[in-house]
């Protein structure tokens, strides 16, 4: 296994839309276990593949107190979504150290492959429902902060570019 850098905002590669995985196989397995721990290790509770300049659509997340229970969620589609939404401050480890509020749907059903290519239906709420919204939003490119008045995602793009550029020099 290995590390995989993450992408930070507004790199222009987090705009890409996720394509199909075709197969569950081999490459794919090994860019799961990747994925996972770049995520354990970055201390996320999710991460899409677009994060990792993986372009197609793959997600891992563990919201468990425990940190061990990873799910595992190829070619997600959202099959059902509550009408009732919520506030939720959230997070993105493509976005580090910004926090801001995004409503969500409450609830949502999402239909999957799992790890090994078994079709799965998740019916989710709390956290497990914020982050499957959240990842699936990377996986067509689209970043938490474009939820945020642009006003704020100015802010947030002047911010993390002058700490890129920061860490650059040092």
Partial sequence: MALLPILSYPDPRLHTVAKPVA??????TTQIANMLETMYHANGVGLAA???DFHER?????????????LVLINPELTWVSEETQINEEGCLSVPGIYDG??????VTVQALDEHGNSRS???EGLLAICIQHEMDHLMGKVFVEYLSPLKRGR?????????????QA
Avoid at 58 to 68: A, C, G, I, Q, T
Avoid at 102 to 107: D, I, T
């Fill in 23 to 28: 197969q569950v196989d081999a490459r794919i």
């Fill in 50 to 52: 677009t994060q990792v």
């Fill in 58 to 70: 793959l997600v891992v997340m563990d919201v468990s107190e425990e940190r061990d229970q990873p």
């Fill in 102 to 107: 995004v409503e969500r749907h409450s609830a």
């Fill in 122 to 124: 998740i019916e989710a």
């Fill in 156 to 168: 947030i793009k002047t911010k993390l570019l002058k700490q890129q550029k920061q860490a650059e």
